[in-house]
């Protein structure tokens, strides 16, 4: 396997982008879509993933590693990348070069997400509807986070696209084309779940 | 029609492989249907820049002059490809022409492509037909496959697809999209597909397969309009089963 590590470490990226990494996007922006249904319903939401057993297993295993490895890995492959749109301007050459900036956008976001949220709570703050409405409060803030949540919802419906290409399950142009209008469909339902979240806590 | 009409192009130069890549502007008489080409030949037959000044005639590789072997190519107004097919009526001016420089640049307009045949070593583009007896006719391919596989056979090594890929660059070994691509093609041979496995390892290793990146820019800049990226996606296909089969073992030989 020692010659073949490329190529496992970039398949093994590719995976760990939607299971689990992708799959745990969809879920949070889904509980927390209960926002707007009120301070309650967000809180009761929030209180049973957090009370989820085993849960630092599964933060660990399902979130923190995951992640990291996906994260440095893709930063690697980020700066490996000579961008050129400059020069061919095509639609799925600008997916590659967006693909790549909303990938360490979303780095830097998450970075400051967890920062602000998981290791507060690690500090002894509370991670209810107060938590979020305090942050969105500064209009910065407010912000900052709706260009994290779309560029990270970018990054997975695009990737998504790449995820299918790089497994082989999309070979023709044919099949591609038709998964790219599928994952822009996804880009826009995600966008409205993750905006209509932020909105419901600012 | 007293006035001559006249071509203007800009020419990248570089004198040496280590030196400094300079512009230089020439003026030259037009003739009607000229390619890039004929246009290079002018400038050799007449060494003489837009300032009047006595030059060095530029130095580029040509062969066949008729787009199937691949020599020519150079990046035109920004866009790799092959100076021969590239007509002066159909090009705005000033003519930009530049080396590929995705390869070592030798002199001028002439690269140094010999990072592509490596590549078709490493992923074996051949079929192995020699015994130390006479092996016989080999297995039949079908007309619809044969006329198939010769779309993917079109492939003239020129370096336009690694030229527009933005992951073949100085910080990876991305052996690019031509020779992937041959490797569908001799697995689809039914004597070459007998070596199907060594050439399916040989992209899954470095610098091989799972390099692309997706931007495909090649299969939008192929002279050849060779379907580089579904080769590439089958591809993707054949190593995902294969990695499964090397890992695992195997119910087939």
């Known amino acids: 396997m020692a010659g073949n590590r490329e190529f496992f470490y970039r398949r ?18 889904v509980v927390n879509h209960f926002a707007t249904k009120g301070p309650e319903s967000f809180n009761r939401a929030a209180s049973f993933m957090e009370h ?14 995951p992640l990291l490895f996906h994260a440095i890995y893709g930063l690697y492959i980020a700066f490996t990348a000579q961008n050129n749109v400059g020069r061919f301007g095509y639609f799925r050459n600008w997916m590659f070069m967006l693909q790549r900036l909303t990938g360490i956008i979303t ?18 703050a509370d991670v209810n509807y107060d938590m979020m409405a ?10 900052f986070y709706i260009v994290g949540i779309l560029s990270t919802v970018f990054h997975f419906s695009n990737g998504l696209w790449s995820f299918c290409v790089s497994w082989g399950l999309t070979v023709t142009p044919r099949s591609q084309q038709i998964f790219t209008y599928v994952t822009m469909i996804i880009f826009v339902a995600l966008s409205i779940v993750g905006i209509r979240a932020i909105l419901a806590f600012a | 029609m007293s006035e001559k009409k006249t071509i203007r192009l800009i020419v990248t130069r570089q004198d040496r492989p280590d030196s400094a890549p300079y512009e230089e502007e020439f003026e030259i008489p037009y003739r009607p ?11 050799r037959r007449n060494p003489v820049n837009a300032k009047g000044e006595k030059t060095t005639p530029v130095t580029w590789d040509m062969n066949c002059l008729e787009e199937v072997c691949g020599a020519c190519s150079m990046v035109i107004n920004g866009k790799p490809r092959q100076s021969c097919t590239a007509l002066i009526d159909k090009l705005e001016q ?13 002199r001028d307009l002439q690269v140094d492509r010999s990072r592509m045949f490596d590549s078709l070593k490493k992923v074996k583009a051949w079929i192995p037909i020699d015994g130390t007896y006479d092996l016989g006719a080999g297995p039949r391919m079908p007309e619809r496959k044969r006329q198939w596989a010769y779309e993917l056979s079109k492939c003239m090594t020129c370096g336009v697809c690694l030229e527009a890929c933005p992951n073949v660059n100085s910080k990876s070994n991305f052996i690019g999209p031509a020779p992937l691509s041959q490797v569908r093609l001799f697995n689809a ?14 992209i899954m290793g470095d610098g091989g397969l799972a390099n692309c990146g997706n931007s495909q820019n090649c299969v939008q800049s192929c002279p050849k309009g060779i379907p580089l990226t579904t080769s590439i996606a089958a591809l993707n296909r054949a190593t995902t089963v294969q990695a499964f089969r090397s890992f695992f073992g195997s119910d087939e030989v």
């Open chain 1, 134 to 143: 305090n942050i969105v409060d500064n209009p910065f803030m407010l912000a």
């Open chain 1, 12 to 29: 093994l990226h590719s995976l760990l982008g939607v299971i689990p990494v992708g799959i745990f996007l969809v879920q949070h922006l």
């Open chain 2, 33 to 43: 249907n000229m390619n890039v080409i004929s246009a290079l030949m002018e400038i």
């Open chain 2, 94 to 106: 000033p003519i930009r022409l530049e080396p590929m420089r995705t390869f070592p640049v030798v």
């Open chain 1, 52 to 65: 989820l057993p085993f849960r630092y297993f599964l933060e660990i295993f399902i979130i923190f590693l």
């Open chain 2, 189 to 202: 041979h039914p004597t070459g597909a007998m070596h199907k496995e060594e050439r399916l390892k040989a």
């Open chain 1, 107 to 124: 780095l830097i976001f998450v970075t400051w997400h967890v920062w602000q949220t998981r290791v507060q709570a690690a500090f002894g």
